[in-house]
């Protein structure tokens, strides 16, 4: 396999979408959110410094995904690097087109390295956890790693971000084993992948319209809730002022310095689902 890009023989298109599908949010003035399809792609940066990407959204969405940073930063210009916070399928989807088109390499957490090198899949998702629609339609999703051996490299250990300075990766595994979040000390900006997020994510409804509720990570791929309740503990004790999710809106204010914490404190009961393969009795 050396050489090749390949994505699992599960690799599908998944027509799944929010009303928010196609919107790109300045959150602050080098910080931008698109929601493809319904997960969020971040760009740092700007048009003078340069800038990387964080995630590669949802499968055959490599042409919007372009489109989004050529309307931010310019027709022509390409990220210095893609930084995965995980290697699932809607943060992974379309990694291997954007490699292609933009020749540059992708860093993500060494313990994620097996799911992005062809070695290893991901569990199946759990259609049997407690939870809505989403859940119960999960076993349609791509859970098989892919193959981008040749460009993927570890994080640097120091927690250091290539091309990004200012930030600091924070290793918060659970939802998976090598998940990180992405914290920038100077304003507190918290990127969280799916660590947490901003929506009930296994329930339709709630996808579709995007009401904002803060909610441990997605049920239906989370394999280890214990490592994933001290991740949210980790980032409520980080007391971000702004946070971008993997899944939901932007949040900043009260609604974050108030549901962050309130989050860590019923994880228990909140986040982990009532029973599940992956839920420990």
Not at 94 to 105: G, M, T
Not at 108 to 113: F, K, T
Not at 229 to 255: C, D, F, M, W, Y
Request: aromatic share 10%; glycine share 8%; net charge negative.
């Amino acid at each position: 396999m050396k050489g090749d890009l390949s994505y699992g023989k599960d690799h599908t298109f998944i027509p799944a979408f929010s009303v928010k599908s196609g919107n790109t949010i300045s959150v602050l003035d080098d910080i931008w959110c698109y929601t493809n399809q319904i997960v969020n792609v971040i760009f740092i940066g700007t048009p003078e410094t340069g800038f990387v990407m964080v995630d590669a959204g949802m499968p055959y969405s490599s042409g919007s995904l372009l489109k989004a940073a050529a309307s931010i930063f310019g027709e022509g210009r390409k990220p210095e690097a893609i930084i995965l916070t995980h290697g699932h399928f809607d943060h992974t989807g379309s990694i291997i087109e954007l490699i292609k088109h933009w020749n540059i390499p992708v860093y993500a957490h060494e313990r994620e390295i097996p799911y992005l090198n062809g070695e290893e899949n991901y569990p199946e998702p759990d259609s049997s956890v407690e939870g809505g629609m989403i859940a119960k339609i999960s076993p349609f999703f791509p859970h098989k790693g892919v193959n981008i051996r040749e460009h993927v490299r570890a994080l640097p250990e120091n927690g250091s971000v290539p091309y990004l300075p200012e930030f600091r990766w924070v290793h918060t595994p659970g939802h998976t084993p090598g998940h990180i979040s992405l914290f920038r000390d100077r304003d507190q900006t918290l990127i969280a992948g799916d660590a947490f997020v901003t929506v009930k994510q296994d329930e339709l409804y709630q996808v579709f319209t995007q009401k904002i509720e803060m909610n441990g990570p997605p049920r239906y791929l989370t394999t280890d809730w214990e490592a994933a309740a001290n991740s949210v503990k980790k980032l409520a004790e980080l007391h971000p002022k702004t946070a971008i999710t993997g899944h939901g809106r932007p949040v900043e204010g009260r609604v974050l310095e108030e549901g962050l914490p309130s989050l860590m404190q019923t994880f228990p009961s909140s986040a982990v689902p009532d029973y599940g393969k992956f839920v420990q009795e």
